[in-house]
């Protein structure tokens, strides 16, 4: 079972940044969409970038400008650049790398941006 470790999460005044990592425990082949999602309080899940088929990259509106998604294909790890942070960003954030036949998540950490 493959796991998915998050990490870069914390506490960060708006206008700041900050870097969130996520890398799998085990050599994994064929991923073909790499995702990083958030909840805040109260709030469904929503995609906030995803890397399709290793090339692709997607962004939902509200971060577009501000966030940056990469991976790094040799150590299987994937980053979230977050600059220019707001208040409204403030969720837990959650990785996501999917293909057919799994679909493995992160355990989830937590961005506070305070106004």
């Known amino acids: 079972q493959v796991q998915l470790v998050e990490s870069g999460g914390g506490l960060v005044q708006a206008g700041g940044s900050l870097r969130l990592s996520c890398a799998a425990s085990?050599?994994?082949?064929?991923?073909?969409?790499m995702g990083w999602y958030r909840q805040a309080p109260g709030k469904q899940r929503e995609l906030v970038a995803v890397?399709?088929?290793?090339?692709?990259?997607n962004y939902a509106d509200s971060v577009k400008g501000r966030f940056t998604i990469s991976r790094d294909g040799v150590k299987i790890a994937m980053y979230l650049q977050m600059n220019s942070l707001k208040p409204e960003d403030t969720a837990v954030y959650y990785c996501?790398?999917?293909?057919?036949?799994?679909?493995?998540w992160g355990q989830g950490t937590q961005v506070t941006v305070s106004s």
């Open positions: 890397i399709i088929g290793g090339r692709t990259t």
């Open positions: 085990a050599s994994m082949r064929g991923i073909d969409a």
């Open positions: 996501n790398f999917r293909s057919v036949g799994y679909d493995y």
